[in-house]
C-alpha cells in the first residue's frame, strides 16, 4: 500500500492542525505550553511539510546516507534550490522587543492589547490581524502580497493552530522566524523576518582561547588552529563549517544558553536535507541539546531492521526503505589529553518515528552499525560503491570506477571515522587493517599508486596516524589502570605500558609530533604518580617486597624509555625534519 503523505501521523493528538486549513473561528483549540510540547507539535508539521511533501513531489528527492548523520559531519556537496529551508527561535517567555539581542519584525497577538503599554492602540481584532498582515506582506513579493491578503485576511496569523497553513508563506521567506509565550503562557507567532547575532569572529577567538589553542597576538598559532577550532565549534552544535543560515543558527543557540535561556533554534538546510533542533534541556549543562531529524535509506544488509521496520508499517517508501530518523547527539568538552581531542559529538540515541501514529521505534542501530561501515569499507575498495564524496572540502568525487577515486573515497571514509576506529573494538580494527593492507600493499596496483603519489602519501599518512593513535588510546587506558575492563595493579599496567612503548619508539618519533607529545604527557603522568613514588620508588631496596622491587625495576625501564622518545624527538627536530599533520585535519 503507498502511502500519501498528507495522511501523515493522521493518530496523534494535534492531527486537526496539522492539515494546513484554516482554523474556524469556533471549535477545538491547541494550548502549547511547554518547549517539550511545542517541539513535538512542530516536529509533526515540519516533518510533514518540509520532508515528507518534497519527497512524494519530487521523483529524485535525495535521500540521506545514515552515515551523513554521524559525526563528524562533512561539507555539503549539493544545494537543492528547489527543497524547502527555514530557520525558527522558540523562547518559553514573553518577548521584550527592545531588550531582545536579535532583530525581527513583530506580530501582535490578541491578549498583547490587554497590557497598559498597548492602551493607546487600536483593540479590535480586525486592526489587529490588519496590522500583522502588513507586516507580513512587507516582507514578501510584490506578485504574491495579493494572494495572501485573499487567503489570510480574516485570519489570527499568530496562532499556532494556523501555523501549519502559513508554513508555506514562512517557507518563501529569506530569515527566520520567532515563537514566544503570551500573557497566558500560551505559544504564538510573534515575529518573521528575524537575523540571528553570530558574532563568529568572537566566538571562535574565546572558544580558542579558552581550550588553549589560540595565545593573543599569535598569528602563526592562530593560523595553524584555526580549521580545527572552527570546526570543533561548528560541530558541538550539529554542524560541519557551512551556510550562514546554519552557522548564525548554532552560534545564536549557544548565545541564548550561556544567558540561561529556556529556547529552542530549529533550521533546516536546502543542502543537508535535515531538521537539526538545538534546545534547553534540564540533563545539558554545558551545551544545548542536539537533535536531527531526516528522511533516511535503511541499507538493505541491516536485514534484521528492514524486517522490523516493514511490519511495523515505518516505512513511508518499502522500495526504497525510507524512514523517518532522529538522532539525539551527546556533546563532549574539549580533552587535550585524549588523542581523540577532535570528538565533539557522538550519537546519544536514535529512534525511527511511525508516518501515521508518530510512536517511536528504538530497538535497532542504524546510524553506528559497525557491520554497516565495513561493508563501505569494502565496497569502495572493490570499486563498487555508488555514492559521492565530497575531497577535503573542495572536489566533488563520484563513484570508485578508478583508482583515484578509491583513494580519494578512502581518504574521505578515515577522515570520517578516525576517531571511530581508534576507539572501537579489536575485532573491527582488524578487520578493517585487513582491507586496506590488502587494497595498499597490493603489488598489482603499485604502478597505479606510482602515478598517484600524492594522494596516495595522503591516505597512507591518514592511516598511519589512526594505527599509532590506536596504540596511543591502549596507553591511555593503561595510564587509568584499566584493560579492556578488567582493573590492573601497578606492576601489570606499567609492563604493559613499556612493552608498548618499546613498539613504537620503532614508528611514532617518525611521523606524528603531536602523538609523540602525547605519549611523553602519558609517560610523565606515570612517572609522577603519588601512590608509586610513595611506596615503591622512594623506598630503599631492602624495604622492598619481591612485587615491590619488580614495580621499582620496571619502572626504571620506562624512565629510560621515556628520556630515548625524548633525545630522538630533539634529534629529528635539530635535522630540520617537519612532522606531517595531514592526518589530524
Known amino acids: 500500500m503507498t502511502f500519501d503523505w498528507s495522511t501523515a501521523f493522521s493518530q496523534v493528538p494535534e492531527t486537526a492542525f496539522l492539515q494546513g486549513e484554516h482554523r474556524p473561528r469556533e471549535g477545538e483549540i491547541l494550548r502549547v505550553q511547554t518547549l517539550p510540547d511545542l517541539r513535538r507539535f512542530l516536529d509533526w508539521v515540519h516533518i510533514k511539510q518540509c520532508l515528507l511533501k518534497p519527497y512524494f513531489e519530487h521523483a529524485n528527492y ?52 490587554t497590557d497598559e503599554t498597548y492602551r493607546d492602540q487600536c483593540p479590535l481584532e480586525s486592526s489587529v490581524f490588519g496590522q500583522n498582515m502588513r507586516t507580513f506582506c512587507a516582507r514578501q513579493a510584490k506578485a504574491s502580497q495579493d494572494a495572501f491578503r485573499h487567503e489570510f485576511s480574516e485570519t489570527d496569523v499568530t496562532s499556532l493552530e494556523n501555523y501549519a497553513a502559513l508554513l508555506p508563506t514562512i517557507l518563501q521567506m529569506d530569515r527566520a522566524h520567532v515563537l514566544s509565550m503570551d500573557s497566558q503562557n500560551d505559544f504564538y507567532l510573534s515575529g518573521v523576518y528575524c537575523s540571528f547575532p553570530s558574532y563568529l569572529d568572537t566566538e571562535l577567538k574565546r572558544f580558542g582561547l579558552n581550550i588553549k589553542k589560540f595565545v593573543v597576538g599569535d598569528d602563526r598559532r592562530y593560523e595553524r588552529h584555526r580549521s580545527f577550532v572552527y570546526q570543533f565549534l561548528m560541530e558541538l552544535y550539529g554542524f560541519p563549517i557551512v551556510s550562514e543560515r546554519r552557522t548564525s543558527s548554532a552560534l545564536f543557540a549557544r548565545r541564548l544558553f550561556r544567558m540561561g535561556e529556556k529556547f529552542m533554534v530549529r533550521v533546516l538546510g536546502q543542502t543537508d536535507r535535515t531538521i537539526t533542533t538545538l534546545y534547553s534541556h534540564p540533563e545539558a549543562r554545558f551545551y544545548p541539546r542536539v537533535e536531527k531529524i531526516a528522511l533516511v535509506s535503511v541499507d538493505k544488509s541491516q536485514t534484521e531492521a528492514v524486517k522490523a521496520l516493514y511490519e511495523g508499517g515505518f516505512f513511508i517508501d518499502p522500495d526504497r526503505r525510507v524512514a523517518i530518523t532522529r538522532v539525539v547527539y551527546r556533546q563532549h568538552k574539549f580533552d587535550p589529553n585524549n588523542v581523540r581531542q577532535d570528538r565533539a559529538l557522538s550519537v546519544a540515541s536514535q529512534e525511527v518515528i511511525h508516518p501515521v501514529t508518530g510512536k517511536s521505534f528504538y530497538r535497532l542501530n542504524l546510524v553506528k552499525d559497525t557491520y554497516s561501515l565495513f561493508l563501505r569499507l569494502n565496497d569502495i575498495v572493490r570499486g563498487e560503491y555508488s555514492g559521492r564524496i565530497v575531497y577535503k572540502r573542495n572536489e566533488i568525487v563520484e563513484n570508485t570506477d578508478t583508482h583515484e577515486k578509491k583513494l580519494k573515497f578512502l581518504y574521505a571514509w578515515l577522515s570520517k571515522h578516525q576517531r571511530r576506529i581508534i576507539g572501537y573494538s579489536d575485532e573491527f580494527y582488524s578487520n578493517v587493517v585487513k582491507v586496506l593492507d590488502n587494497y595498499l600493499l597490493s603489488a598489482d596496483n603499485y604502478d597505479d599508486f606510482s602515478n598517484m ?53 620503532f614508528e611514532i618519533v617518525n611521523y606524528f609530533d603531536a602523538l609523540v607529545e602525547r605519549v611523553l604527557s602519558l609517560g610523565d603522568m606515570i612517572l609522577n604518580d603519588s601512590y608509586v613514588l610513595r611506596h615503591y620508588i622512594r623506598k630503599k631496596d631492602l624495604e622492598l617486597s619481591p612485587y615491590g622491587l619488580s614495580v621499582k625495576k620496571t619502572y626504571g625501564r620506562l624512565v629510560a624509555l621515556l628520556d630515548e622518545f625524548r633525545s630522538i624527538r630533539k634529534a629529528k627536530k635539530e635535522q630540520g625534519i617537519v612532522l606531517p599533520l595531514v592526518a589530524q585535519s
Not at 603519489?453 to 599518512?461: A, F, H, I, K, P
Open 453 to 505: 603519489r600524492d594522494v596516495y602519501q595522503e591516505v597512507w599518512s591518514k592511516y598511519s596516524y589512526i594505527q599509532q593513535a590506536r596504540k596511543v588510546k591502549f596507553l591511555e587506558d593503561l595510564q587509568d589502570r584499566n584493560y579492556k575492563g578488567e582493573k590492573l595493579t601497578y606492576l601489570r599496567m606499567l609492563t604493559l605500558f613499556t612493552e608498548v612503548l618499546n613498539d613504537l619508539k
Open 62 to 113: 535525495p535521500v540521506v546516507d545514515f552515515r551523513e548523520l554521524l559525526p563528524s559531519f562533512e561539507a555539503d556537496a549539493y544545494e537543492y534550490k528547489e527543497l524547502p529551508g527555514f530557520s525558527m527561535v522558540a523562547l518559553a517567555r514573553p518577548l521584550k522587543y527592545f531588550q531582545e539581542i536579535f532583530q525581527y519584525d513583530i506580530l501582535h497577538c490578541l491578549l498583547d492589547y
